[in-house]
């Protein structure tokens, strides 16, 4: 499971650049408007071999009416809360502000391990003023600058010296393992508990009453496999705590360590933006997909047409991977929740998928032959041999060809579309990779 990294620090400091400079993106994740999207908040960060999750909390938090107090203390407290570094960010040309020694006093109290990043040290002169930032008793501040890349390898060095081993997640790894996921109060806990017959998970109708990921093992009726209640999302009191933010830096963790998620939906409010967000999130980290929309039992017109345009309406607004079950459930009736098991177990299997060379080949050969990969400048695209990678994590296909670079997106999604009409691939992403013979 990767280690979560979290940045922190009053606005305008740098975090988003930073954010960018560290997981090589090419979007500034800076946008006034409310819900940004996830991908632009939560990355992937490699160094010498080793990768980690890190977070933009800045982006995150929208809903405050008091921006600067009360919106630093909650990605403060979230920081401490979830992540296992923080990295603390201060603005080495504004030097200390009230602010800043606000945030410094809440993350000196804390037992996480904090680095300072004296940010826009963007020559060497600017390193010197760093040494004003030993005020706030955090240790020695690193001068970077965001925008040059000036000392971020120096960071991310002493970043991965700071992750320890984390006793007690020890899990067999040769079973499944499913995640529930969702935004608040879709009845996650709820269907946990149903699973399992009894009231492990703390079930209640306040959203994001969970306050940690519960792995459980379930070996029941012939399966055995990990189910982990991907945590809430706030703590009871705190009704004007970010919901969204909340949710998807909890889902993280348990998205990234499981092999197929299962994405709950309110059957009485229909798909909303966060469950977008979450869904990216599985997407991103290539993941099998279960959809379960629960409630179901509240729903009053029940029948095949409105079940046939509720599917629709999931499929559209997920678009364009669209090949993944839908299951309408409740938790209160137990209403098909073990068909939600059965169908994750079959995804699972699904992900582990091989396919013959030859078999391959014969069918795939003739679909490209019917209809080939549009001729660029005169010359013709020639696919001449396919094959499966061995030991991927989600079925991966490498076709070979005289001029891969003229092979654009759209012809790779009617290869994948292809595939997927000859062989099931339902619930799970796959990979279609061009190269040169």
């Not at 929208?62 to 919106?71: A, G, L, R, T, W």
């Not at 690193?142 to 700071?162: M, Q, R, Y």
């Not at 306050?211 to 990990?226: H, M, V």
């Not at 949710?247 to 939906?265: K, P, T």
Request: charged content about 25%; aromatic content about 10%; hydrophobic content about 40%.
């Amino acid at each position: 499971m990767n280690n979560i990294v979290a940045i922190v620090g009053r606005p305008n400091v740098g975090k988003s650049t930073l954010f960018n400079r560290l997981t090589k993106s090419r979007q500034a994740i800076v946008n006034e408007e409310a819900g940004t999207t996830r991908d632009r908040q939560y990355g992937t960060v490699e160094w010498t071999g080793q990768e980690f999750s890190l977070i933009d909390t800045g982006g995150w938090v929208v809903n405050s009416e008091d921006i600067f107090e009360e919106e630093i203390n909650k990605q403060v407290q979230v920081g401490i809360e979830e992540a296992d570094v923080i990295l603390f960010v201060v603005d080495v040309v504004n030097g200390i502000t009230d602010l800043d020694e606000r945030v410094a006093s809440m993350l000196r109290k804390s037992k996480k391990p904090v680095l300072l990043i004296a940010n826009k040290a963007d020559n060497f002169n600017l390193h010197y003023a760093a040494a004003e930032f030993y005020k706030l008793g955090l240790g020695d501040p690193f001068p970077v600058s965001a925008i040059n890349g000036s000392g971020t390898g120096d960071l991310l060095d002493a970043i991965l010296t700071k992750f320890t081993k984390k006793e007690g997640e020890e899990i067999e790894e040769d079973l499944p393992r499913f995640s529930i996921v969702g935004r608040p109060n879709a009845g996650k806990s709820s269907l946990l508990n149903a699973f399992i017959g009894e009231e492990r998970a703390i079930v209640t109708n306040i959203a994001g009453t969970t306050r940690d990921s519960i792995y459980t093992r379930y070996n029941k009726f012939g399966f055995d496999f990990y189910l982990v209640d991907t945590a809430g999302i706030r703590k009871k009191g705190k009704v004007t705590e970010d919901l969204e933010y909340y949710s998807v830096v909890r889902s993280i963790r348990a998205i990234e360590n499981s092999d197929v998620c299962i994405l709950m939906l309110d059957g009485t409010r229909g798909i909303e933006g966060q469950d977008l967000n979450i869904f990216s999130l599985i997407q991103k980290n290539s993941k099998g997909l279960v959809v379960c929309v629960n409630k179901w039992d509240l729903v009053e017109d029940k029948d095949l047409k409105s079940i046939k345009f509720f599917e629709n309406a999931i499929r559209e607004r997920l678009a364009p991977f669209t090949d993944f079950p839908i299951i309408f459930t409740s938790t209160v009736t137990k209403q098909r929740i073990f068909k939600v098991l059965e169908t994750a177990l079959e995804v699972y299997k699904v992900r582990h998928t091989r396919i013959a060379t030859h078999e391959l080949n014969e069918i795939m050969l003739e679909e490209i032959h019917n209809y080939p990969p549009p001729a660029n400048k005169g010359k013709y695209i020639k696919i001449k041999y396919i094959t499966q990678l061995p030991n991927t994590q989600v079925p991966s296909f490498v076709f070979f060809c005289n001029l891969p670079q003229w092979v654009k997106d759209p012809y790779k999604r009617f290869l994948e579309n292809k595939m997927r009409s000859h062989w099931n691939f339902t619930g799970t992403p796959i990979n279609i990779y061009i190269r040169h013979k």
